[in-house]
């Protein structure tokens, strides 16, 4: 018999009746008749803010965005460094050199995969701005540490929380910590658009007008120019969606959780097999359920066999991507990082995932190592 294959994302009607409500959000916006900058995004930019008790948050184009005009809002500009993970999605690094500051790749800690003050305070020098810690694959950072090494030594904090919509540290929301937070609602994310769009957070006033600004030419009213801007912009239609999407955003996380907690209690004890580990304090809503193992290939191929698709978060850290050979790193500088790339496999998790399904992926992950 032919099974059915099992994607590794799917989007799927969770809670039943979302779909019904985001295409009425979206009919109900177009009958608005105004698409750019108008009362949606004004609405979806107060409730975000309102969720993650942050003082503003601007809609901006994407998360790449988000990042950019964060980094540039709290001063970050060429002769600055700026530590930043080398285990993470390379729009991290694209936003510092985007601004022409030079980035600082650390290693991440083993278990979380997440930098530390650890692993960041070596890397601070005269020349350092910023850190930019990102919330990798939905667990949030260690923040306290990372926040007394940035006061001690006088460092912007600009987060990349754009996998961890919702997520706590200590009951404050990842994205609040820092002086800035920048959100993608890229569609797979947490919290997800129905195309580009993301977000900056922030609790100071200066940092959100300047990104209000920014997104629009530049523009502090109509036709004044205050700084040379660029258009990045969150449309109506995207913030309309997202504002109904907010309303489920707790629920969605729960049940990535719920899954996530299956997957550890049905695959701890599996030999040679390394689950996601989080730190006291560090919540995690399991943008990515990233596992490890020596056999990684192997695994993935007889998932593969199976039916059953997977994705590796990252198959090649950043410094030794041919596009960033110019920073002169080579095989070897971050051995934390290099095995995280050949070792990890992210299995399928998504809200809507069935029962069945993962109960069909922890069989075949299982028998695999028998
Ligand atoms: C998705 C993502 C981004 C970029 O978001 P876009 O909206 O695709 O530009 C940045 N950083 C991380 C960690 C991401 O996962």
Known sequence: MLMEPIPYFAFRDFPVGSEAAVQQALLQAVAGKSYILGKELKHFEEAYA??????????????????????????????????????????????????????????????????TAATVAPAVTASTKAIVPVHLYGQVCEMGPLLQLARAHNLRI?????????????????????????????????????????????????????????RNYGEAQKYRSEVVGVNSRLDELQAAVLRVKLQNLDQLNAERQRLAAIYKEELQGTEELVLPVTAPGCGHVYHIFSIRTRRREALQQWLRVQGIYTAVHYPVPVHLQPAY?????????????????????SLPLFPGLKQHEQERVVDMVRKFFR
């Open 50 to 115: 309102g969720y993650l008790g942050a003082k503003a948050a601007v809609g901006v184009g994407n998360g790449y965005d988000a990042l950019v005009l964060a980094l540039k809002a709290v001063g970050v500009g060429p002769g600055d460094e700026v530590v930043l993970p080398v285990h993470t999605f390379i729009a991290t690094i694209n936003a510092v050199l985007q601004v022409g500051a030079k980035p600082v790749l650390v290693e991440p800690d083993t278990k979380t995969c997440n930098i």
């Open 158 to 214: 600009v987060e990349d929380a754009a996998q961890a919509h919702g997520a706590r540290y200590e009951n404050k929301f990842a994205g609040t910590f820092g002086d800035a937070g920048a959100f993608s609602f890229y569609p797979t994310k947490n919290l997800g658009a129905l195309g580009d769009a993301g977000a900056v957070v922030t609790n100071d006033e200066a940092i959100a007008q300047f990104v209000q600004m920014y």
């Open 325 to 345: 050979r110019f920073l002169g790193h080579k095989a070897g500088d971050f051995p934390v990082a290099e095995e995280l790339a050949q070792t990890s496999l």
